[in-house]
Every structure is written in structure tokens, then in C-alpha cells.
């Protein structure tokens, strides 16, 4: 009888592990972007797709490292072709979307932008398994208010970052998916330059963090 008590006892003890494991499921995340996506300048760490899984890690779930299909200077179309040429998963839990900025600087035509991204983010759709709320639209920044900028026409640059980020806003709401604003305070750099990277123009870790934060507890809702 004793020795049926301890199998009996190894058994519950087995199974309850077995179910412990199948809860703590591995979440999977896709990045899609440019250069703010990889985080230019910076150690892959500290962009904000590693940061957000860092944060989420943080609050207790098991997610692996992001899978980032991003590169400095991508526009919508680019991107496009970048997701054609890469073998993805079928399925991810999570997928954010960051692109447009290389379309204004280039002074690429905004009604093509937004077909080019309405199509970008059916894909981004498709990929978190047609589940519109497990995408997530960052607005794209200004790059008109760092230093970077200091000779150009900041008004225009940031009248045109605007445009762009109504037809992002706007399709984003079509489709039901997620929306982060974080435009706004990327024009702050104008009065903290520890938000700006040792290039002058892409973010710094200080930055990406402030989008983790707002991205990873979007996510956790989820």
C-alpha cells in the first residue's frame, strides 16, 4: 500500500507539471518596420521590440525573442518585398507595425502610402492569425525635431509626419487594429537630447523604452 502511495503521489506530482507547462505557453512576436523598428545606432537590445519582450518577460510571460523584419531607409513597398523574400511562420501572437517615415522624407505620394500600408497591415492580420486586436500600429515619429533637422523646414516635416499618421490613425481603426500614439513624444527632443541617439536622428534607448512601455501594456491586455 505504501509503495501505491508514493507512485500515486509521483503521478499527481507528474501531471501537474505537465499542465504548469502547457500554461506557460512560449508567446511568439513579429516586428515590422525600418530603421526605429531595428533601432539604428543602438545594441539590438535596446530597440524596442527586445525591450518590449524584456518588459513582458518582466510581468511573468514567456515569450521568445522578436523576429524583426525591419532596415534603415524601408518604405512601404520595400517592406512589402522584404516579407516576400522571408520564410515567416504562418501564425504569431503578436505583430507591430511601424513604417511611413521613409516615405515622407523621400516625398513619396501619401495616397500611395496609404494603399501600400492598408495592404501591410492586412498582412500583419493575417500573421497573428486574423486576429485584428493582436496587432499593434505605431505612429511614426518626427524626425523634424532633432537635431538632425536643425537646417530643414520643421514646420513642413512635422504638417507632413501629421498627414501621414491620419492615414495610419485612420486605417488602423478600420481594420480594429491596435493604435499607439507616440509622435508626440518624440517632439520632446527639442528639449531633451537624451532622447536621441549619438547619430542626432533615430531614438535612444531612453525613447524606445517610453514606446516598450506603452507597446507591452497594450500587449498584456490582450
Same mark, same amino acid.
Given at each position: 500500500?505504501?509503495?501505491?502511495?508514493? $507512485?500515486?503521489?509521483? *503521478?499527481?506530482?507528474?501531471?501537474?507539471?505537465?499542465?504548469?507547462?502547457?500554461?506557460?505557453?512560449?508567446?511568439?512576436?513579429?516586428?515590422?518596420?525600418? +530603421?526605429?523598428?531595428?533601432?539604428?545606432?543602438?545594441?539590438?537590445?535596446?530597440?524596442?521590440?527586445? =525591450?518590449?519582450?524584456?518588459?513582458?518577460?518582466?510581468?511573468?510571460?514567456?515569450?521568445?525573442?522578436?523576429? $524583426?523584419?525591419?532596415?534603415?531607409?524601408?518604405?512601404?513597398?520595400?517592406?512589402?518585398?522584404? $516579407?516576400?523574400?522571408?520564410?515567416?511562420?504562418?501564425?504569431?501572437?503578436?505583430?507591430?507595425?511601424?513604417?511611413? @517615415?521613409?516615405?515622407?522624407?523621400?516625398?513619396?505620394?501619401?495616397?500611395?502610402?496609404?494603399?501600400?500600408?492598408?495592404?501591410?497591415?492586412?498582412?500583419?492580420?493575417?500573421?497573428?492569425?486574423?486576429?485584428? =486586436?493582436?496587432?499593434?500600429?505605431?505612429?511614426?515619429?518626427?524626425?523634424?525635431?532633432?537635431?538632425?533637422?536643425?537646417?530643414?523646414?520643421?514646420?513642413?516635416?512635422?504638417?507632413?509626419?501629421?498627414?501621414?499618421?491620419?492615414?495610419?490613425?485612420?486605417?488602423?481603426?478600420?481594420?480594429? @487594429?491596435?493604435?499607439?500614439?507616440?509622435?508626440?513624444?518624440?517632439?520632446?527632443?527639442?528639449?531633451?537630447?537624451? *532622447?536621441?541617439?549619438?547619430?542626432?536622428?533615430?531614438? +535612444?534607448?531612453?525613447?524606445?523604452?517610453?514606446?516598450?512601455?506603452?507597446?507591452?501594456?497594450?500587449?498584456?491586455?490582450?
Amino acid at each position: 500500500m505504501e509503495n501505491l502511495r508514493y $507512485i500515486f503521489l509521483f *503521478l499527481s506530482f507528474y501531471l501537474m507539471s505537465i499542465m504548469e507547462t502547457t500554461a506557460q505557453q512560449n508567446y511568439s512576436y513579429l516586428a515590422l518596420g525600418d +530603421s526605429y523598428t531595428i533601432g539604428e545606432g543602438l545594441p539590438l537590445e535596446d530597440n524596442f521590440p527586445h =525591450q518590449t519582450v524584456d518588459l513582458l518577460r518582466k510581468k511573468g510571460m514567456s515569450i521568445a525573442d522578436p523576429e $524583426i523584419v525591419a532596415k534603415t531607409g524601408w518604405t512601404t513597398d520595400e517592406l512589402m518585398d522584404a $516579407i516576400t523574400k522571408r520564410t515567416l511562420k504562418s501564425n504569431y501572437d503578436y505583430v507591430s507595425l511601424l513604417i511611413g @517615415v521613409n516615405n515622407q522624407y523621400r516625398g513619396r505620394d501619401i495616397a500611395t502610402y496609404q494603399k501600400e500600408f492598408e495592404q501591410l497591415m492586412l498582412q500583419a492580420i493575417q500573421f497573428a492569425g486574423d486576429k485584428p =486586436q493582436h496587432v499593434f500600429v505605431l505612429s511614426i515619429p518626427d524626425w523634424g525635431a532633432t537635431p538632425f533637422a536643425e537646417r530643414r523646414d520643421r514646420a513642413k516635416i512635422a504638417s507632413e509626419i501629421d498627414h501621414f499618421n491620419v492615414m495610419n490613425k485612420k486605417t488602423s481603426e478600420k481594420h480594429k @487594429v491596435h493604435y499607439i500614439e507616440i509622435t508626440i513624444g518624440t517632439r520632446e527632443v527639442k528639449q531633451d537630447l537624451s *532622447l536621441v541617439a549619438e547619430d542626432k536622428l533615430h531614438p +535612444s534607448k531612453k525613447e524606445y523604452t517610453r514606446w516598450a512601455e506603452k507597446l507591452s501594456s497594450a500587449m498584456v491586455k490582450e
